[in-house]
Nanobody, 122 residues
Framework: QVQLVESGGGLVQPGGSLRLSCTAS????????MGWFRQAPGKEREFVAS??????YYADSVKGRFTISRDNAKNILYLQMNSLKPEDTAVYYC?????????????????WGQGTQVTVSS
C-alpha cells in the first residue's frame, strides 16, 4: 500500500537549518507530484512547496530559504530549510498525487504522511 514517512524534524535555533526527508513506498515518485505542507497549532494546514516533472512552487513565506528536491531512484522527497524563523514552527507533512504538474491545495493530494515536528526556538 502507499505509505509516506517523514523524518528529520527537531528543535533548532533561529537562523539554523534542517533537512526533512519523506520516504515513499508502494508507488514510484516517477509518476507523482509531491508537496510539503505544514500546520501550526490552531491554524489550518498550509502549502509550503511542491515539485513535479515540470515545475516547482514555493509559498512566499519560504521562498529563498527552503528548497524542495526529490531522488526518484531512492523514492525520497526532501525539504532543505535554511534561515529558519520561529514562525516556521509547525508539523510538516509530505503529500503525493498522481499528476505530471504541481498542485498547491491540500484537497488536491491523495496521500499523506504522519508528519514531523519542527520547532524553531532559542
Amino acid at each position: 500500500q502507499v505509505q509516506l514517512v517523514e523524518s528529520g524534524g527537531g528543535l533548532v535555533q533561529p537562523g539554523g537549518s534542517l533537512r526533512l526527508s519523506c520516504t515513499a513506498s508502494g508507488f514510484s515518485l516517477d509518476y507523482y507530484a509531491m508537496g510539503w505542507f505544514r500546520q501550526a497549532p490552531g491554524k489550518e494546514r498550509e502549502f509550503v512547496a511542491s515539485i513535479s516533472w515540470s515545475d516547482t512552487y514555493y509559498a512566499d513565506s519560504v521562498k529563498g530559504r527552503f528548497t524542495i528536491s526529490r531522488d526518484n531512484a531512492k523514492n525520497i522527497l526532501y525539504l532543505q530549510m535554511n534561515s529558519l524563523k520561529p514562525e516556521d514552527t509547525a508539523v510538516y507533512y509530505c503529500a503525493a498525487v498522481k499528476a505530471r504538474s504541481s498542485y498547491l491545495r491540500v484537497d488536491e493530494y491523495n496521500y499523506w504522511g504522519q508528519g514531523t515536528q519542527v520547532t524553531v526556538s532559542s
